[in-house]
């Protein structure tokens, strides 16, 4: 009695140890979308919604965030900004250990103070942080694309 017991709890924690091992790949981490299609779904549209919120045109600003709702949704994409620095750090798709890492923390850094800026609705806020951001962009295509000149983005 006591040693088929004993057999059932190896049977038992064999069959955890198994589904723990599966389950772990199931719940594996790998990156799966191209970086130019992370660029173009992702950081370019999320960047452009902070920018979007301090824009002026002869001394007139034009749209930017009006209601409460308006500036959660500008925060929530810096925020979504500075998620995306974790795909860009995942193993498999930074391109190296060194400048990659720096690079991606400046736009996390700017991405969160437009957060920081949004939850404290302060229009003059968001747009240093634009700039950062923008910095944060250019700085890294300057690095890693090759024959860059031209701003990645309209600003
Ligand atoms: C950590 C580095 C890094 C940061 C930060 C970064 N990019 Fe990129 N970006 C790249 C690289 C590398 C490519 C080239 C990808 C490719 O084509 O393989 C790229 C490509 C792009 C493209 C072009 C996609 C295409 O080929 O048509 C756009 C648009 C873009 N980035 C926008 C931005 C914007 C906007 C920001 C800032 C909010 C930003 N990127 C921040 C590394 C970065």
Not at 28 to 46: N, R
Not at 64 to 71: F, L, Q, R, T
Not at 123 to 129: C, G, H, N, Q, Y
């Amino acid at each position: 009695m006591a040693s088929n017991t004993l057999s059932q709890l190896v049977v038992a924690s064999l069959i955890l140890s198994i589904a723990t091992v599966s389950c772990s790949r199931r719940a594996g981490v790998e990156p799966i979308a191209t970086l130019e299609q992370i660029m173009e779904t992702t950081v370019e549209p999320v960047s452009d919604r902070v920018f979007d919120a301090a824009v002026w045109e002869n001394g007139v600003q034009v749209g930017g965030p009006k209601s409460d709702d308006d500036w959660k949704l500008v925060q929530a994409n810096a925020m979504m900004l500075a998620e995306t620095c974790n795909l860009l750090l995942m193993p498999g798709r930074a391109k190296d250990e060194g400048g990659w890492p720096i690079r991606t923390q400046a736009m996390k850094d700017a991405a969160l103070e437009a957060a920081k800026a949004a939850e404290l609705k302060n229009t003059e806020a968001i747009l240093t942080a634009g700039t950062h951001i923008y910095q944060a962009c250019l700085g890294c295509h300057l690095q890693y694309i090759p024959q860059t000149v031209a701003p990645p983005a309209k600003r």
